[in-house]
């Protein structure tokens, strides 16, 4: 039966590159004709292959179906809780997980310095989306006419002299942040508060949300602070895999240790 199984799941990556005939498919398995009809029969009966008028096999549209609603259905605050709260208690600095949603990046999730100095920050609340490295990373992820739209539109208050000051700066900003993965916030929004952040990828690679590390500079400076960019990359992969399903290599993790 495991076999069986097998044989029948080894056709869907096939059929994911194109359609193929019966006998492109027994040639795959390794199998007669007769075998791998049997198993596309099957598979065309509960909706996940479907055949074509010129007697090729493609994916079934049920299968779309499946994995949209299985993407849906999907929780990431709840897939990545234990792996921040791991973070947290290891490194003691703010921890926070943030999204995208209708035009504002918002806090999902936090935990709590162990330090008496913390963050006036709060779940449900936007971040500044000028400055937030969590913004970064999730607005670097948009295809460049959304991320040129979105820059025109948004103001540029200067919270600190490090504040991003206009679209030209924050596009320059976001081009750097996905290019090499990763995104800073040093002194942007708070002069004595330092984030580094790094993205939560879905199976398409698409960052689904950002997670973070915060400190203030009287507790740790910005050069220890990106001394823990590795390990927080390191959190960020663990979430992906998980979120995704996929026990591969989260996509753009080039230079995973640069710091």
């Not at 795959?28 to 090729?56: C, F, W």
């Not at 927080?232 to 989260?250: C, K, L, M």
Request: hydrophobic share 40%; with cysteine.
């Amino acid at each position: 039966m495991s076999q069986t199984v097998d044989r029948a799941l080894s056709i869907l990556p096939l059929l994911a590159q194109g359609p193929a005939d019966l006998g492109q498919v027994a040639d795959r398995l390794g199998v007669h004709k007769s075998t791998a009809l049997r198993l596309l029969r099957t598979l065309h009966e509960h909706g996940l292959v479907y055949r074509q008028q010129d007697q090729r096999y493609r994916l079934g549209a049920r299968l779309f179906a499946l994995a949209q609603e299985a993407v849906e259905n999907l929780d990431v605050r709840e897939i990545a809780h234990p792996h921040l709260a791991a973070l947290n208690e290891r490194i003691g600095h703010t921890v926070h997980l943030a999204v995208h949603e209708e035009g504002e990046v918002l806090y999902i999730d936090k935990m709590e310095s162990r330090y008496p100095v913390r963050m006036y920050s709060r779940i449900g609340k936007p971040v500044a989306i000028t400055v937030a490295a969590v913004a970064k990373l999730l607005l670097a992820d948009l295809p460049e006419s959304e991320r040129r739209t979105l820059a025109a539109k948004l103001d540029y208050p200067m919270y600190t002299p490090r504040s991003t000051p206009n679209a030209a700066a924050f596009l320059k900003e976001l081009a750097t942040v996905r290019e090499q993965g990763w995104a800073t916030d040093l002194g942007g929004h708070e002069e004595s508060i330092n984030c580094v952040a790094a993205p939560i990828r879905g199976a398409d690679g698409r960052v689904v949300a950002a997670m973070s590390v915060s400190a203030p500079n009287v507790v740790v400076s910005a050069e220890e602070l990106l001394g823990l960019l590795p390990l927080v990359r390191r959190t960020a992969d663990d979430i992906s895999r998980e979120y995704s399903g996929s026990a591969g290599t989260p996509t753009n993790t080039k230079d995973q240790d640069r710091t």
